[in-house]
């Protein structure tokens, strides 16, 4: 068989076909890709430039917060040296204040932003928000339900803070608990009790709140003396022990008013109650109202102002009886008295003798 018979015989060569194939579908690629390299450009430029703005966003708006709570603080330490430093403003429960403010302004700006450049990227790529929306929705909702408890807790120790409810330093009466405050969260308040127990309240389980050191308190006696005693004379010992007291120091600070004399509080057959109260600075009171007793107490001795539950007062060279508190010797401290005798069971009688 000649050469050219099997030339004519032999099939169309494929590799023409491909190549023709292949240079149709790279043009095809090439058109399209001139035709969409616009929308992705434009697409790229708009994703970059939505997350330089959000950065950049975030970035100013968490530094000028940070600038804010840093200017409240040194305002509160400037305020610290001076005078009304220790009375009005407390640097600790001011910083931690600001610092609790700031966190929570901070953590809602980052994730309104960032959250709202996450919606726009995944609009600029065509994407349907509505269902992510609906879902995320849906998945809010279970998670309050879920820890119902832990955003109640949230809640309500933002609002706590935002409006100065309490602050450290603070002696609070939180209904679960009692005590000094010593630390303030968004979740949980800690209080030092009397005793020195540290309590750990959350804040969604306060109720109503009793704050001691916020304005002023008052300090109150009850002066409790015999009913014989000149009330003038009872009036002029206090008032005396009471101006005393409010030229000496430290208390003339905590002293935010004169001691008053309120009067009668109680009239008894054996005893009547002065009343006599003060108003003090904040978180002072109990301290005033110990030294005040004692003075007042001093003051009626040196009166000669007996109160209720003293001995009385005995005449000159006279002594107290040491035999007035004995109690009468009983007739049953003898055994051959009457009454010994006759409280004596009878014996029983011999059963063995006949």
Do not use: C
């Not at 169309?12 to 190549?19: A, K, N, T």
């Not at 935002?162 to 602050?167: A, I, K, N, P, R």
């Not at 107290?320 to 508190?325: Q, S, Y």
């Amino acid at each position: 068989m000649s050469l050219s018979v099997l030339l004519a015989a032999a099939p169309s060569p494929e590799p023409v076909g491909s190549l023709g194939e292949a240079a149709e579908q790279a043009g095809n690629a090439a058109g399209w890709v001139e035709e969409n390299w616009s929308t992705w450009l434009s697409t790229g430029l708009r994703i970059l430039l939505i997350v330089a703005v959000a950065i950049t966003l975030r970035y100013l708006i968490r530094r000028a917060l940070t600038n804010l709570i840093d200017r409240m603080n040194r305002s509160a330490q400037a305020v610290e040296g001076t005078a009304l430093g220790g009375l009005l403003v407390n640097a600790e429960r001011r910083r931690q204040r600001s610092e609790a403010i700031g966190s929570v302004l901070r953590s809602v700006a980052s994730f309104l932003i960032m959250g709202t450049a996450a919606l726009m990227i995944l609009g600029a790529f065509k994407i349907n928000l509505a269902p992510l929306l609906a879902s995320a929705g849906v998945a809010g909702v279970a998670l309050g339900f879920g820890a119902r408890n832990l955003v109640t807790d949230f809640l309500s120790g933002v609002f706590m803070i935002l409006e100065d409810q309490y602050g450290v330093g603070d002696t609070i009466d939180a209904g679960v608990a009692s005590g000094e405050v010593i630390e303030v969260g968004l979740r949980v308040t800690k209080l030092r009790g009397e005793n020195g127990a540290i309590w750990y309240v959350r804040n969604g389980e306060v109720k109503r709140i009793g704050n001691l050191s916020q304005g002023w308190s008052t300090a109150g006696v009850d002066v409790t003396v015999r009913p014989t005693e000149d009330l003038e004379q009872v009036r002029k010992a206090i008032t005396a022990a009471a101006e005393t007291m409010t030229k000496e120091e430290p208390w003339s600070e905590r002293l935010w008013g004169p001691v008053e004399v309120l009067g009668l509080d109680e009239v008894l057959l054996d005893s009547m109650t002065v009343r006599v109260t003060a108003k003090t600075m904040p978180g002072m009171s109990v301290g005033v109202e110990r030294e005040l007793r004692w003075r007042i107490k001093q003051a009626l001795d040196d009166a000669g102002i007996r109160m209720v539950g003293t001995l009385p007062l005995q005449a000159d060279g006279e002594g107290v009886d040491p035999t007035a508190g004995m109690a009468a010797p009983s007739a049953y401290a003898s055994a051959v008295s009457p009454q010994s005798l006759a409280a004596t069971p009878i014996p029983p009688a011999n059963l063995n003798k006949h």
